[in-house]
């Protein structure tokens, strides 16, 4: 066995890589159980191999363990309450066409821009007329609502990975439930709230999906994922806690 490199990537995941010879194509698959490396026991997650000269074959084996960040000074993120969290928090953000129908202010927008129901759509005239003096209401101007079927909604998933050495018995806890953004791990700043035409504030909350689990040896990954939902209020938010927790 000759030594090699190592690295911890930002999930807490320690993987090294050990080179072996054999001289036969029946050792090639072989790998030993494990290998104990700075007090952590290091499973073999990959091997690959290459024939060098003669009869003789090299072998790299990867090792991989999961290790806290605080014994390999691995990077990490804030947590909301500013501290410290193991693992990586990723955030993938874009903008999903949806009906103008689901705007949340699209009782204000009908009736600023002279918007009208017809066999189930909303649909808005080339001209609208704003609120002016008298009984005209105004000139008349070009609607910019005018043929649009669609706007676009925010979507956001956001993600959080880490690794360690025994199943949490609480992975499952609160699958499903809604929590603010503050409540993300990351450490995400507030997203701006929506007010609708009652003046009822409308804030953008996450709900909590099925953890993604990988299980290598004795090494756990735990992805934990959270979805962003259409703005709501904070009432609504609670209520939908209640029937996931029924």
Known sequence: MIQSGGQVDNSGRFTI??????????DLLKTPDNLKYAGQTMIPSSLSFQKISGGIWEKNIEFTAAVGSSQTGVVR????????????VQLEVSAELAPIEQHPEIDEIIKKYNGFAEKGKVLFPKTYTGTGTGTSGGSPKPNPFFGMRYYYQPS?????????????????????????????????????DLANKAGVTLKYFW????PQITVTGERIEITKIYTLLKPMTQQAAAD???IVNI
Do not use: C, W
């Open 240 to 242: 939908m806690n209640k």
């Open 17 to 26: 890589s050990r080179k072996y010879y054999a001289t036969n194509e029946g």
């Open 156 to 192: 956001a998933t956001l993600r959080h990975t880490y690794n360690v050495n025994k199943m949490p018995s609480d992975l499952f806890t609160n699958v499903f439930n809604i929590v603010d953004t503050k409540s993300l791990p990351g450490g995400l700043p507030n997203l701006t």
């Open 207 to 210: 709900q909590i999906q099925m």
């Open 77 to 88: 993120n804030l947590s909301p309450d500013g501290k410290l969290i193991e693992g990586r």
